[in-house]
């Protein structure tokens, strides 16, 4: 009887933390755009449905977009090196300072342009390493365009 027990608590556990963080949508940080009364930093909840893409800050919707109005999505990444970490951790062990200078972090980033009946807008924002994929998926299905690496460009002047 314990032994069940046990196994039941052992799955009832992992499955209750899941349900409670998993409210549905992206999780982005927002990183510029044009959204009204938004300011760079703040985390925001993205919502792909099938007609609309639906944007929310505190559980209040501050932009919907209609599927058809996406006019380009884009995504890239930052890759830059923890020097800050690395300096921090050289005054307590230099081996690990060193070691943790050649770490990198990458941040990735999705950018949507669109124009809703001659209302153009665009959103840049920075998306979670896990959703990332997912995210870029679920936003060329619904709209059936193909998202554009922004790495890849270059300007030439």
């Known amino acids: 009887m314990k032994q069940l027990l046990a196994l039941v608590l052992c799955g009832a556990v992992p499955l209750m933390v899941y349900s409670a963080e998993n409210k549905g949508g992206f999780k982005i940080n927002y990183d510029g755009g044009s959204l009204q009364n938004v300011k760079a930093g703040k985390d925001l909840r993205l919502y792909i449905e099938p007609n609309q893409i639906r944007i929310e800050k505190d559980k209040e919707p501050i932009q919907i977009l209609p599927v058809s109005g996406i006019t380009e999505i ?84």
């Not at 009946?117 to 840049?124: H, L, S």
């Not at 936003?139 to 460009?153: M, W």
């Open 74 to 157: 884009s995504y890239g990444q930052d890759v830059h090196r923890r020097v800050g970490a690395a300096i921090g951790l050289a005054v307590i062990s230099l081996g690990i300072g060193a070691l943790m200078l050649l770490a990198k972090s990458k941040k990735h980033y999705v950018g949507l342009t669109w124009d809703d009946g001659g209302k153009k807008g665009g959103i840049a924002f920075q998306a979670d390493k896990s959703d990332y994929r997912g995210l870029l998926a679920g936003l060329e299905g619904v709209t059936g365009k193909k998202a554009v690496n922004s790495d890849a460009l270059t300007v030439k002047n």
